[in-house]
């Protein structure tokens, strides 16, 4: 007995000794910053915003045409208000509404960059309009806000790299590696036909980007429980995109002698199997590099669990949603409450995990609600990104620009997994990242394709700083 507890108790001691190990080699990722150049804010950049605001560039549905007034309206308001880079980019329209600029670099011998944005924004539900401080499409500028659909999502950033660009116009600035800017028109449609498009475009003339960054990471403030550092992040990859339709189809029948397999109780069996057999929680890439990036930065015991995946991984894997998610969203079947229905269908969405597939989730799916279920893929569907690199040149470029921009805040990669336009670089880019500088927390977050969505007038300057230094290292 005794040398069975001296064998438990030198255990004990190793698997102490190898979570301390870790927790202190654990060292922080966080690059210097560097001091900034002054920069003069572009006088009416707030009321630039406010009107690219009034321009109601929605989309609305797969099958509805683009607002052609809206759009070309927009297009214009931004060739009176930005006349330098109008005269000095080239500008293609692709699909008539999405717009391309060329920024010639004054090296040919050096990999362009793509900064991508998008035009439209997403409809407001007429009944909340009653909770928006100020008309969604009003435009409305207060003493700390402007007030708006898209000053999230998206025309800020789009706004913001249209007024670092004409600035840099005025100082003669001239970049060393090509810059196109990318303004897709159907982004919240899954840009089929704008951002698709565009990339298509440029890989048909033989454009090969050394980066493309979009909107999907921002500085997120107070959304790590006892983690009181704003993080950076800056997302290399994003989940795939996938709805199944579930289908029932039985005879039907009167309410008053149910059969034993009914229509609806079938379907709802399936939703309830599902939601019980989730996909298992994984450490992929990127997701290891959150453990590495933030767990650095973590109080001693909370770092020793970031340290030590291998002992801790689930719980940090499940903060982290790092895994295929299962949501069912939207369910059909009846027409009379003494009839039993023949048909029933329910439509589960899923956000894919990089390593999964849709056929991989379609699988489960079978395999998951058994016999007598159809499984049929529904409308958009996209397997997961590929993953992006942070050991190069155009990385270390963002990571030192977010640095020497926002010192306090930590720089973390990750994974989104909502999806943006960025999926449609890879072929046209040796890495694709996801940032922008939009504060998010606690009570923001809903504001996207939400109500009263605002930003702040501090940190949209924070946006056009951003930016400006960002294009500036690429001299």
């Known amino acids: 007995m005794k040398k069975i507890l ?109 900064l991508l944005s998008h035009q439209d924004v997403v409809p407001v ?25 898209g000053t999230l999502d998206d025309k800020s950033s789009l706004m913001a790299l249209m007024e670092s660009v004409e600035m840099l116009l005025k100082e003669s600035f001239v970049p060393k590696q090509t810059i196109y800017l990318a303004f ?20 048909n003339k033989g454009v090969h980007a050394a980066m493309t960054l979009d909107e999907g990471g921002f500085l997120a403030e107070n959304m790590v429980p006892d983690f009181d550092k704003t993080v ?25 002698a149910p059969p034993e397999n009914n229509t609806l109780g079938m379907l709802a069996q399936a939703i309830v199997d599902l939601e019980n057999n989730q996909r298992p929680y994984k450490l992929v ?26 002992l801790f991984k689930g719980p940090v894997l499940k903060a982290l949603n790092a895994h295929t998610t299962t949501a069912p969203t939207i369910i059909e079947g009846g027409v009379k409450d003494n009839v039993i229905p023949t048909v029933g269908k329910a439509t589960i969405n899923f956000r894919i995990l ?32 590929p993953v992006s690199g942070i050991d190069s040149d155009a990385f270390k470029n963002l990571e ?18 909502g999806g943006t336009d960025a999926r ?22 809903t504001r996207f394709h939400g109500i009263d969505e605002k930003i702040a007038k501090d940190n949209y300057k924070e946006m056009i700083v951003f930016t400006y230094n960002l294009i500036k290292r690429f001299d």
């Not at 045409?65 to 308001?77: K, R, V, W």
């Not at 700390?144 to 659909?149: D, L, N």
């Not at 982004?187 to 990339?199: D, R, S, T, V, Y």
């Open 6 to 114: 001296l064998a438990i108790l030198a255990i004990i001691v190793i698997l102490i000794a190898v979570l301390t190990i870790n927790t202190f080699s654990l060292t922080s990722k966080q690059v210097a910053s560097e001091p900034l150049e002054a920069m003069d804010f572009p006088e009416g950049a707030f009321q630039n915003l406010s009107k690219a605001i009034q321009f109601r560039t929605i989309s609305f549905s797969e099958d509805a045409i683009p607002d052609s007034t809206a759009f070309n309206g927009f297009h214009q308001f931004l060739k009176e208000t930005y006349p330098l880079l109008h005269q000095n980019l080239v500008l293609e329209k692709i699909n008539d509404y999405s717009l391309l600029y060329k920024w010639e670099g004054s090296d040919p011998s050096q990999k362009p960059i793509v």
């Open 125 to 149: 539900d007429q009944p909340t309009l009653s909770e928006w401080e100020a008309g969604p499409f009003e435009g409305a500028i207060t003493d700390t806000h402007i007030i708006g659909r």
């Open 184 to 203: 897709g028109h159907d982004e919240e449609l899954g840009g089929g036909n704008g951002a698709k498009a565009i990339a298509a475009y440029l890989k």
């Open 232 to 256: 950076a992040m800056v997302n290399l990859a994003e989940k795939g995109y996938a709805s199944f339709q579930l289908i029932v189809k039985t005879s039907g029948g009167h309410s008053s």
């Open 285 to 310: 890439k990127p997701i290891d590099y959150q453990f590495e990036y933030m767990g650095a930065e973590m109080p001693f015991f909370k770092k020793m669990a970031f340290a030590n995946p291998w």
């Open 354 to 385: 990089p390593g999964e597939t849709i056929e991989s989730v379609k699988e489960h799916i079978k395999t998951t609600v058994g016999d007598g279920i159809e499984v049929e893929l529904n409308g958009f569907a996209t397997n997961p990104s």
């Open 400 to 417: 030192k620009t977010i640095r020497s921009v926002f010192p306090e805040a930590v720089v973390v990669p990750g994974l989104i997994g």
């Open 424 to 445: 449609y670089f890879y072929d046209v880019s040796d890495d694709v990242y996801r940032f922008y500088p939009i504060r998010i927390g606690p009570n923001s977050m």
